[in-house]
């Protein structure tokens, strides 16, 4: 059935006018028909172009904004347990590291397949309905090839953006032998995660993988015909963003301590830098700040990172607003990290825009601008949400 938004008071197409990246409209209408956007114009247009469309249902935005879905290019979904006790240790003032990880992984490994699919589907459908019409999501939480492969297969379920997560950390079993780990992730590991997953990330960082060991992962991942994406950069300044720009991943996320010799790599690259306010937010690590990094020309994507350890939100509104209060974003800066940023980590063309052909993804916000996403943080402002032409909810 053909659906028409009509008097959208303001519409961001993302698709850039000279002076607008956002590609704003006023008095605006989209039609939407087989889950794709089929057209754009103004209000009054809206009238002429319809007149003979039969089942045609009209949605009247009285003035409301409509965005493009939000894009979540990081998320860690399948998992089990829950990691409060944590949390409220580092709101206490303990520092946060890595180790953590490996409380989710045994309680992970110890989940059947469906308790794991239950958990998954209820964290996705949360995001859908706070605007997420898209999420990339990654295994990293079984760190043996059995429960790898099941995680990236579940993750399958729900999402064609899957990612190869092995090397998150080293697990318990392989203490004091990381490079076996690594062998094992490179080699069988990937074998039976491969066919599930469209990319392959590592955790470049202390305590976790060297940029050697990363590299290995790496270019066996290219090998077997999967993108690259990089956890680097989250604890302390490293080689992993370097790596990873020579590698052509599409990805680099995290990115809190970087070098101007990171900055210099990423404006020079395709690749993106993913940012992911929930983080510091969680951990109480400083927050990166994104005006150097916008004005040297590196492409800015906004995640949740959404994971029971350093970041347990499902929120892009909340990052959104987080990212205009405390890392140097302007609302439409960080709107558009959000959608087209998380689209173009993804290497993707027709998510994140609103534009004749692409995906009929859309936001409606009960406000008149996406001025007040973060103008009203906390305010559940998604009235509602389409997917691939669908309403949801």
Request: hydrophobic share 45%; proline share 6%.
């Amino acid at each position: 059935m053909p659906t028409l938004l009509t008097r959208i008071g303001e519409l961001t197409t993302n698709v850039a006018t000279p002076g607008d990246p956002s590609g704003t409209r006023t008095d605006a209408a989209v039609l939407v028909d087989d889950g794709r956007i089929v057209w754009l114009g103004t209000s009054h247009e809206a009238t002429a172009r319809t007149a003979d469309l039969a089942n045609l249902e009209v949605v009247d935005a009285a003035g409301r904004a409509v965005i493009p879905g939000f894009v979540d290019s990081h998320s860690h979904l399948v998992f089990a347990g829950d990691r409060a006790a944590e949390f409220e240790a580092r709101m206490a003032g303990r520092p946060y590291t890595a180790g953590g990880i490996r409380s989710t992984v045994a309680a992970t490994r110890a989940a059947s397949d469906e308790e794991l699919r239950e958990r998954l589907r209820a964290l996705r459908d949360e995001l859908l309905v706070q605007g997420t019409t898209t999420v990339e999501i990654k295994s990293g939480y079984g760190l043996s090839v059995p429960d790898e492969e099941r995680l990236v297969r579940l993750a399958a379920e729900v999402t064609p953006e899957v990612t190869f997560l092995g090397a998150h950390v080293v697990p318990p079993e392989y203490a004091d032998r990381a490079d076996d780990y690594v062998d094992l992730v490179a080699g069988p590991m990937l074998d039976a995660c491969a066919p599930h997953a469209r990319w392959i990330d590592v955790f470049c960082e202390t305590g976790a993988f060297t940029v050697e060991q990363s590299r290995r992962v790496l270019e066996a991942g290219i090998a077997r015909g999967l993108g690259v994406r990089v956890h680097a950069s989250q604890l302390g300044r490293g080689d992993g963003v370097r790596l990873a720009v020579e590698l052509g991943a599409a990805s680099i996320d995290h990115g809190t301590y970087l070098s101007d010799d990171d900055v210099t790599a990423l404006a020079g690259s395709d690749t993106v830098l993913t940012l992911l306010p929930g983080v510091e937010f969680s951990t109480r690590q400083p927050y990166p700040d994104a005006r150097p990094l916008l004005d040297a020309g590196v492409t800015v994507a906004l995640a949740c990172d959404t994971n029971p350890g350093s970041s347990f939100t499902s929120s892009m509104p909340f990052c959104i607003a987080v990212a205009v209060r405390d890392m140097g974003m302007t609302p439409a800066e960080a709107v558009w990290a959000a959608t087209a940023g998380g689209a173009r980590a993804l290497r993707r063309d027709d998510i994140g825009v609103l534009t004749p052909g692409a995906r009929a993804d859309l936001v409606l916000l009960d406000a008149p601008s996406r001025v007040h996403l973060a103008y009203r943080p906390g305010v559940p402002l998604v009235r509602r949400v389409w997917k691939d032409g669908v309403a949801v909810g």
